[in-house]
């Protein structure tokens, strides 16, 4: 049976384990009324449509 001839070190050991777990970026769309981005198929926070309609009635300010 193979057995290591040495102890893998920390670094090595981590460095390796952390390509990984990289973090993304999510990904964002432009809303089609107001163009704020926003995560896609949600309701824009901004105006309170989503799909072109609108959901949330928001007053303006």
Same mark, same amino acid.
């Given at each position: 049976?193979? +057995?290591?001839?040495k102890k893998t070190s920390h670094a090595r050991k =981590? %460095?390796?384990?952390? %390509?990984? %777990? *990289? /973090?993304?970026?999510? @990904? /964002? @769309? @432009? ?5 704020? *981005?926003? /995560?896609?198929?949600? +309701?824009? !926070? =901004?105006?309170? %449509?989503? !799909?072109? *309609? +609108? +959901?949330?009635?928001?007053? !303006? *300010?």
């Open positions: 049976m193979a +057995v290591p001839k =981590n %460095s390796r384990r952390a %390509s990984v %777990s *990289k /973090l993304a970026a999510p @990904t /964002l @769309t @432009t809303c089609a009324k107001c163009g704020e *981005k926003i /995560l896609p198929h949600r +309701v824009c !926070d =901004n105006c309170g %449509s989503y !799909d072109g *309609k +609108v +959901v949330i009635a928001k007053e !303006d *300010k």
